[in-house]
């Protein structure tokens, strides 16, 4: 499996990881479902990969694209490193990584 493909499904536990989080500490059901869907997107592009990889990770580049704006705002809102803040600073790193990589071909 390639290192990009593992990458997207490490992203995407993460996202589900946060949302269950958010839920369990906050009781934000917002957090668990937006952390449940978004994984479970990036899972599925990860999935489908053998069809066309680079077109997987534009996808999930999209995907991370996305949840840096949600987390962009959550951040400016709450001026808060944890958890806004550092997932915004991961959601950045992965869109700009599986745009590149998609990018490169």
């Known amino acids: 499996m390639p290192l990009s493909i593992i990458l997207i499904l490490v992203y995407a536990t993460i996202v589900f990881a946060g949302g269950l989080i958010g839920y369990l500490k906050a009781g934000s059901k917002p957090s668990l479902i937006a952390g449940a869907v978004s994984a479970a997107l990036l899972a599925g592009t990860a999935w489908f990969s053998w069809n066309n990889e680079v077109r ?42 599986f745009g590149l990589t998609a990018w490169r071909g």
């Open 56 to 97: 997987t990770l534009w996808i999930a580049a999209g995907i991370a694209g996305l949840l840096s704006l949600v987390f962009l705002m959550r951040f400016l809102k709450t001026r808060s490193l944890m958890p806004a803040g550092m997932m915004l600073a991961l959601s950045l790193a992965a869109a700009a990584y």
